[in-house]
Antibody, heavy 119, light 110 residues
Framework: QVQLQQSGPGLVKPSQTLSLTCAISGDSVSSNSAGWDWIRQSPSRGLEWLGRTYYRSRWYYEYALSVRSRITITPDTSRNQFSLQLDSVTPEDTALYHC?????????WGQGTLVTVSS | QSALTQPASVSGSPGQSITISCTGTSSDVGTTNYVSWYQHYPGKAPKVMIYHVSNRPSGVSNRFSGSKSGNTASLTISGLQTEDEADYYCISYTGSSGFVFGTGTKVSVL
C-alpha cells in the first residue's frame, strides 16, 4: 500500500518560493503506470490541480495554466520522492497543499500541508 | 482551462436519489474517459468514489454510480444517507493542460 509523506515549511513570505516535498513508500516515482501530482485546496478556490510528473521512458511534466509560469515539479529517483516549487507567491497562494498518486484518477493522497503566505 | 461546472448545492431526503452534474467542454469531459469523482470533507484528503467515468473502487458503496453523456458527467447517489453529506468534486483530464477540477457541490441530507 502506497504512503505519501509530505514535508516543508508552513509559512512563506510574499514574493518568495514555496517548496514542498512528497516522499513515496510502497511505489516508485519512476513507475511506468503512475503519475505524481500536486493539488491544493482553499475556501475561496475549492480543489485546484496544480501539476504532475510521470515517467514513460522519459520524464513528462504537466502544469495547470493558472500557475504554469511559476511552478516546477521535480522527481528525485535517488530518494524516491518528488517536490513542488511555486515561485513569487502571494497571499492568494495560501492553501492546504496535497501530493497524490494518479492512474488517471487520484487514488492516494499525502496528509496535506497548510501553507500560509504572510510577512 | 476553466474549472468544470457543478451545481453549488444538491439536497435530498434519506433514501432518495440525487444526481450531481459536471459540465465541461469537448476539450476535457467530452473527449476523455479519465473523469473521476471525489467525496471531500474540508481539511481532509478527498476520497475517490468513481473513476474512469463509471468505475467504483473496492470499498465504495454501490449506491454511488457514474456516467457521462457528451460534455457532461454525472454522479448519482441512490438511497441517500446522512453520512453522504459532504462536498463532491469531479475532475477530468484535459490532455495538454493536465487535469481540471469541478467547482464542487455541497450535498445536504434533509
Amino acid at each position: 500500500q502506497v504512503q505519501l509523506q509530505q514535508s516543508g515549511p508552513g509559512l512563506v513570505k510574499p514574493s518568495q518560493t514555496l517548496s514542498l516535498t512528497c516522499a513515496i513508500s510502497g511505489d516508485s516515482v519512476s513507475s511506468n503506470s503512475a503519475g505524481w501530482d500536486w493539488i491544493r485546496q482553499s475556501p475561496s478556490r475549492g480543489l485546484e490541480w496544480l501539476g504532475r510528473t510521470y515517467y514513460r521512458s522519459r520524464w513528462y511534466y504537466e502544469y495547470a495554466l493558472s500557475v504554469r509560469s511559476r511552478i516546477t515539479i521535480t522527481p528525485d529517483t535517488s530518494r524516491n520522492q518528488f517536490s513542488l516549487q511555486l515561485d513569487s507567491v502571494t497571499p492568494e497562494d495560501t492553501a492546504l497543499y496535497h501530493c497524490a498518486r494518479d492512474f488517471g484518477y487520484l487514488d492516494s493522497w499525502g496528509q496535506g500541508t497548510l501553507v500560509t503566505v504572510s510577512s | 482551462q476553466s474549472a468544470l461546472t457543478q451545481p453549488a448545492s444538491v439536497s435530498g431526503s434519506p433514501g432518495q436519489s440525487i444526481t450531481i452534474s459536471c459540465t465541461g467542454t469537448s476539450s476535457d469531459v467530452g473527449t476523455t474517459n479519465y473523469v473521476s469523482w471525489y467525496q471531500h470533507y474540508p481539511g481532509k484528503a478527498p476520497k475517490v468514489m468513481i473513476y474512469h467515468v463509471s468505475n467504483r473502487p473496492s470499498g465504495v458503496s454501490n449506491r454511488f454510480s457514474g456516467s457521462k453523456s457528451g460534455n457532461t458527467a454525472s454522479l448519482t447517489i441512490s438511497g441517500l444517507q446522512t453520512e453522504d453529506e459532504a462536498d463532491y468534486y469531479c475532475i477530468s483530464y484535459t490532455g495538454s493542460s493536465g487535469f481540471v477540477f469541478g467547482t464542487g457541490t455541497k450535498v445536504s441530507v434533509l
